[in-house]
């Protein structure tokens, strides 16, 4: 199994920043791919961003973000962090670390969720 603890969220106002950081713990041998996705009151989760865990891995952004959230990842820590910059209203969610996970002989995927954690952009 794989644990993901989140942290970082909270409360800040429209045009100022938040970090998150995602820490995956237990059976990580495999995980090829870490992301983050949110969900808002009354929408579907949806993806933020994604980074693959490979050196010069490819990184995948939701066109809503684009140009103001950057993730990283350290591999060395197995942790991915979310960069949050000029934030608006809309960026309001719970946001939830999600981590891919190849399980050998059968190359089958498994995928993992954090608990969450709220961000409210609201001056």
């Known amino acids: 199994q794989v644990q993901l603890v989140e942290s970082g969220g909270g409360l800040v106002q429209p045009g100022g920043s938040l970090r998150l950081s995602c820490a995956a713990s237990?059976?990580?041998?495999?995980?090829?791919?870490m992301g983050w996705y949110r969900q808002a009151p009354g929408k579907q989760r949806e993806l933020v961003a994604a980074?693959?865990?490979?050196?010069?891995?490819?990184?995948d952004y939701a066109d809503s973000v684009k140009g103001r959230f950057t993730i990283s990842r350290d591999n060395a820590k197995n942790t991915v962090y979310l960069q949050m910059n000029s934030l608006k209203p809309e960026d309001t969610a719970v946001y939830y670390c999600?981590?891919?996970?190849?399980?050998?002989?059968?190359?089958?995927?498994?995928?993992?969720w954090g608990q969450g954690t709220q961000v409210t952009v609201s001056s």
């Open positions: 980074t693959a865990m490979t050196s010069g891995g490819s990184t």
């Open positions: 999600n981590a891919e996970k190849v399980v050998m002989p059968t190359f089958q995927s498994s995928t993992y």
């Open positions: 237990g059976s990580i041998f495999g995980i090829y791919k």
